[in-house]
C-alpha cells in the first residue's frame, strides 16, 4: 500500500521538479495519478516499491525510479502508456527482471513500468497455445504447463522472465526442435503507443509480429504471448563438469557436435569454462548435455560421456527440475560480454586459454572467494534459422544471413560489491575484445550480438543486419509515429541509438 506521507513528498518533489524545468505538460507519476492509478503507483518508501526493487536478478540492475507502476490488465496498461506518453516523463518497461546490466529494465528519473501482476498461465487444450502473461517467471510456466501436459520453447534457468526472453530472441533446450522462444510466439498481445491494443500475429499485422520476434521492447508493451505448445515428456541429462586438462578434448567434440547437431536436433549442449569457488577450487569445464526427447545418453555424447568427470547430475526429468536445479542466485553484481563466433576448434581454444589468463590476473586483484566467472559456448548450427524460425514465420535477428555453423559465446563474472564490479568490468571488455580480434583474424568472427546475452555498451540490434534494422525501423515508425518507445525509454536497446 501506498504511504500517505511518502506519496506526499514525491508529488512535491515532482511538482518542483516540474516547476523548475518549466515543463509544459506533467511528470509521468503525477500524469498516472492524474488518469486514476493511483492505487497502482509506488513511491520511493513505499514497501511495494522497496521489494519491486529488491526483485531484480542483478544486484547492479535496480535504478532509482520517480515511482512504480503496476498495471493488473491491459486496460490498465492502455491508460498507463497513454498517462505516459503525454507527459514530460520517461519510462521502461519490466518483465522478469533478469536483465543484467544497468538500466536494461530499470530507470533513473523516470517511471517503471513493472508487468509482474500479468500472472496468467493458461493453456488451450485444442490448439495447444498456450497465453502467458509477462508476470512469472519460466519455472512458474513450466509447473503450471507440465500439469496440463503441455511444454514451451522457454528459459533454461527457470527464474528468467518471459517479456525480455521472448521479445530478444529466447534460446531454450528445445531451439534444435523448435527454434527460439520468440519464433514460437504466434500471437502477442500489444499496448501501442497511443493506447491501442492490438494482436500481432501472421495474419494481422504480421511486420509488428516479425518484428517483436528480436526487436525487444521498441515497438511497444507486450501483454500476453501466445506460444505454440507442445505435448511435455520428460527430458534426460543435466550438469557435469571434468577437469581443465580434458578441455581440449572437449572442444573436439563441442565442434563436431555444433556440425552434426541437425541430425540430432533433439540434444542440446552447453560448454562452460568456469570458475566458481564454491564449487570448485580451479577452473573447470562445466557442460550441461540434454535429450528433449528423454533418451538416456544418446550418441550425439557419446564421446563426451567418455571424459572423466568431477560433477555429474544426469538424470531424467521434467522441464521444470532442470530449470530449477541450477538457478544462477539472484543478488550479485553482473558483467556479461556476449559475441559470435564461426564453430572453430581453434577460436574456442584460443579464447578459453584467455579466460585463464584472465582468472589468474583477476586473482591478484580480488579475494579468490569474492568473484565468479562463465566462459560459455552454445551450438548455433546454420539449420536453426534456415530450417526451424524461417518455416515458423520467420524473425529480425537476421541469424538466418549466418552461413556458418555458430557458436554463441557469453562471458559473465560476478562478483560482491560495486567496487569490485568496477574492478572486473574492464577485463571483461577486453576479454570480449581480444576474443573477437582473434576471431576475426582467423576469419571465424560471426557479426551477430544476441541481445539478450549483450551488455549495455554493445550493440545487438545493429547486428542483426542493414535489412533487418531498416525493418524494424519501418514497423517503429508505422505503429509508433512519435517514437514514444524509443526517445522516452532512456536505458535499453533501442533503434534511435544504433
Ligand atoms: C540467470 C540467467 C539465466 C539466463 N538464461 C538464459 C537462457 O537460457 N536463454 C536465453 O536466451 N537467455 C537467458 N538469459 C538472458 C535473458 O533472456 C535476458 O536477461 C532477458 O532479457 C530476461 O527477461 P526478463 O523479462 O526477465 O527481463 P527484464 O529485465 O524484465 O526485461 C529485459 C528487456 O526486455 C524488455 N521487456 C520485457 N518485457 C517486455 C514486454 N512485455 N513488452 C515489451 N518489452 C519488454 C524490457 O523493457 C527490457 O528492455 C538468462 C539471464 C539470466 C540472468
Ligand atoms: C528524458 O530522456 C531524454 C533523453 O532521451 C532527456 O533528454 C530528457 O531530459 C529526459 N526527460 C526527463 C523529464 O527526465
Ligand atoms: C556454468 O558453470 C557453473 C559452475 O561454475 C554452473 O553453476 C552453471 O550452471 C553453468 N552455466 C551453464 C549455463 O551451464
Ligand atoms: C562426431 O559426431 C558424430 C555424430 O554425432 C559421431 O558419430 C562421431 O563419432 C563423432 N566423432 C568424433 C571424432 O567424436
Known amino acids: 500500500m501506498i504511504s500517505k506521507a511518502s506519496a506526499c513528498v514525491a508529488t512535491a518533489a515532482l511538482l518542483f521538479q ?4 518549466a515543463a509544459a505538460t506533467t511528470g509521468g507519476c503525477q500524469a498516472l495519478a492524474a488518469a486514476g492509478l493511483s492505487s497502482q503507483i509506488y513511491y520511493p518508501a513505499d514497501a511495494n516499491y522497496i521489494a519491486r526493487e529488491a526483485s531484480y536478478w542483478a544486484a547492479n540492475a535496480p535504478l532509482s525510479p520517480l515511482c512504480i507502476v503496476q498495471p493488473r490488465n491491459t486496460a490498465e496498461v492502455q491508460k498507463v502508456v497513454k498517462a505516459i506518453a503525454g507527459s514530460s516523463g520517461n519510462f521502461t518497461v519490466r518483465s522478469g527482471g533478469h536483465g ?10 523516470g517511471v517503471t513500468i513493472d508487468l509482474g501482476l500479468f500472472t496468467d498461465v493458461t493453456v488451450d487444450k485444442k490448439t495447444m497455445i498456450a497465453s502467458i502473461g509477462p508476470g512469472p517467471n519460466w519455472a512458474t510456466v513450466f509447473k503450471t504447463l507440465e500439469a496440463q501436459g503441455a511444454m514451451v520453447a522457454g528459459g533454461r534457468d527457470g527464474g528468467v522472465g518471459i517479456g525480455g526472453f521472448l521479445t530478444g530472441g ?9 527454434g527460439f522462444g520468440a519464433d514460437n510466439v504466434v500471437n502477442f498481445e500489444v499496448v501501442l503507443a497511443d493506447g491501442r491494443v492490438v494482436n500481432a500475429n501472421a495474419k494481422t499485422n504480421s511486420d509488428l509480429w516479425k518484428a517483436l520476434k528480436g526487436g525487444s521492447g521498441n515497438f511497444g508493451i507486450v501483454t500476453r504471448f501466445d506460444m505454440q505448445a507442445f505435448t511435455a515428456v520428460p527430458l534426460w541429462g543435466g550438469l557435469s563438469a571434468a577437469e581443465r586438462k580434458y578441455g581440449d578434448t572437449i572442444i573436439t567434440e563441442l565442434i563436431n557436435f555444433t556440425n552434426n547437431n541437425a541430425k540430432n536436433p533433439e540434444d542440446a549442449l552447453i560448454v562452460n569454462f568456469t570458475y566458481n569457488p564454491g564449487m570448485f577450487t580451479e577452473i573447470v569445464v562445466a557442460m550441461v548435455t540434454v535429450d528433449v526427447k528423454g533418451a538416456v545418453a544418446p550418441p550425439a555424447f557419446e564421446q563426451i560421456a567418455k571424459v572423466p568427470t568431477v560433477l555429474a547430475d544426469l ?6 527440475n532442470i530449470a530449477t536445479s ?17 564453430a572453430d576448434r581453434d577460436i574456442v581454444s584460443h579464447i578459453a586459454a584467455l579466460h585463464d589468463e584472465m582468472v589468474a590476473k583477476l586473482l591478484t586483484v580480488l579475494p579468490a572467494a569474492d568473484f565468479t566467472t562463465q566462459c560459455l559456448f552454445q551450438p548455433i548450427p546454420a539449420y536453426i534459422a534456415q530450417d526451424r524460425s524461417n518455416a515458423k514465420g520467420g524473425n529480425v535477428l537476421g541469424l538466418d544471413a549466418v552461413k556458418d555453423n555458430a557458436l554463441l559465446w557469453l562471458i559473465t563474472a560476478a562478483v560482491q560489491t560495486e567496487e569490485q564490479l568496477a574492478i572486473i568490468t574492464p577485463y571483461i571488455s577486453e576479454l570480449s575484445a581480444a576474443s573477437n580480434a582473434y576471431a576475426k ?15 549495455g555498451s554493445q550493440n545487438p540490434l545493429a547486428s542483426y543486419g542493414a535489412k533487418n534494422v531498416k525493418f524494424m525501423k519501418d514497423v517503429a515508425k508505422k505503429y509508433d509515429p512519435k517514437a514514444i518507445f524509443q526517445n522516452k525509454v532512456t536505458g535499453a536497446f533501442r533503434l534511435n541509438r544504433i
Open 100 to 109: 543484467h546490466w544497468r538500466g536494461a529494465s530499470d530507470i533513473h528519473n
Open 441 to 455: 583474424a582467423k576469419g571465424g568472427a560471426v557479426d551477430w550480438v544476441y541481445l539478450n546475452y549483450a551488455d
Open 18 to 21: 516540474g516547476l523548475s524545468s
Open 326 to 342: 541450477y538457478l544462477l542466485a539472484p543478488g550479485s553484481q553482473n558483467v556479461w560480454y556476449s559475441l559470435t563466433f564461426r
Open 170 to 178: 529466447g534460446n531454450s533446450y528445445y531451439t534444435g526442435m523448435q
Open 315 to 320: 538424470t531424467t526429468r521434467s522441464m521444470s
